[in-house]
C-alpha cells in the first residue's frame, strides 16, 4: 500500500510556463517532505524540502507547498526550462524511531521548447 | 568533487549466480544507505548504516541479501543466490554528519541489474 502517492506518471508543459507536480499521501505522522530530481542514467539528487511547521518553502524557481489538513504537497517550477525535464520524486518520513524517508513512484515531467 | 561512486554500472548474470555490488560514499559522510528500484515498488530503503554500523536492516528482503561496510570509505551489497526477481536498480547513497536518515541524500549513479 503506497503511503506517498503520486497520481500523474507524467506531465508536458511548455517552457517557461508553470509546471505543478503533485503528491499526496496517506500517514498522518509525516512531518518532513522532500523532492528529488532524477535524470537518466543518474541517481536523484536532492531538490527542495518542507517541513510541517511549514506551508511553503521557496528556492530560486522551486517552491513546495504542503496541505496538511489535505494530505497534499505540490512543486511549482516557474517558469519551466527544457532542462527540468526528469523525473521528479516526493519523500516523507515522520520523526521518531522509524524515520527512514517513503518515496512516492514519481512523476516524468517534459519541458517542450 | 567525487560523489557517491557505485560499480559495476551494469551486471548481468544468470540466476543463482553470486552478485556483488560496490560503493563508495563521499568522503567525510558517515551515513549510507542501499536502496532498490523497481517500476512496481518504487525506491525502496534495503539497508542503511551509520558510522560502519547496520542501524537497520528492516528492508533487506531475504536472507539472499547481506551488505557490509568494513570502513568509512566502502561498502558491498551481496546477492546470493541472485534470482530473476531480483532485477531492479540498485542504489547507494551517502549523507554527512548531522543529517539524519530523512534528510538529504547524495545517490549514486547506480547499479543495474539483471538476473537472467
Known amino acids: 500500500d503506497q503511503q506517498v502517492k503520486q497520481n500523474s506518471p507524467s506531465l508536458s508543459v511548455q517552457e517557461g510556463r508553470i509546471s505543478i507536480l503533485n503528491c499526496d499521501y496517506t500517514n498522518s505522522m509525516f512531518d518532513y517532505f522532500l523532492w528529488y530530481k532524477k535524470y537518466p542514467a543518474e541517481g536523484p539528487t536532492f531538490l527542495i524540502s518542507?517541513?510541517?511547521i511549514k506551508d511553503k518553502n521557496e528556492d530560486g524557481r522551486f517552491t513546495v507547498f504542503l496541505n496538511k489538513s489535505a494530505k497534499h504537497l505540490s512543486l511549482h517550477i516557474v517558469p519551466s526550462q527544457p532542462g527540468d525535464s526528469a523525473v521528479y520524486f516526493c519523500?516523507?518520513?515522520?520523526?521518531?524511531?522509524?524515520?527512514?524517508?517513503?518515496w512516492g513512484l514519481g512523476t516524468s515531467l517534459a519541458v517542450n521548447p | 568533487d567525487a560523489g557517491v561512486i557505485q560499480s559495476p554500472r551494469h551486471e548481468v548474470t544468470e540466476m543463482g549466480q553470486e552478485v556483488t555490488l560496490r560503493c563508495k560514499p563521499i568522503?567525510?559522510?558517515?551515513?549510507l544507505f542501499w536502496y532498490r528500484q523497481t517500476m512496481m515498488r518504487g525506491l525502496e530503503l534495503l539497508i542503511y548504516f551509520n558510522n560502519n554500523v547496520p542501524i537497520d536492516d528492516s528492508g533487506m528482503p531475504e536472507d539472499r541479501f547481506s551488505a557490509k561496510m568494513p570502513n568509512a570509505s566502502f561498502s558491498t551489497l551481496k546477492i546470493q543466490p541472485s534470482e530473476p526477481r531480483d532485477s531492479a536498480v540498485y542504489f547507494c547513497?551517502?549523507?554527512?554528519?548531522?543529517?539524519?536518515?530523512?534528510?538529504?541524500?547524495?545517490f549514486g549513479s547506480g547499479t543495474q541489474l539483471s538476473v537472467l
Open positions: 519523500a516523507a518520513s515522520r520523526s521518531g524511531n522509524n524515520r527512514k524517508l517513503i
Open positions: 568522503s567525510g559522510h558517515n551515513s
Open positions: 518542507i517541513s510541517s
Open positions: 547513497a551517502s549523507s554527512p554528519p548531522g543529517q539524519g536518515i530523512r534528510e538529504k541524500l547524495f
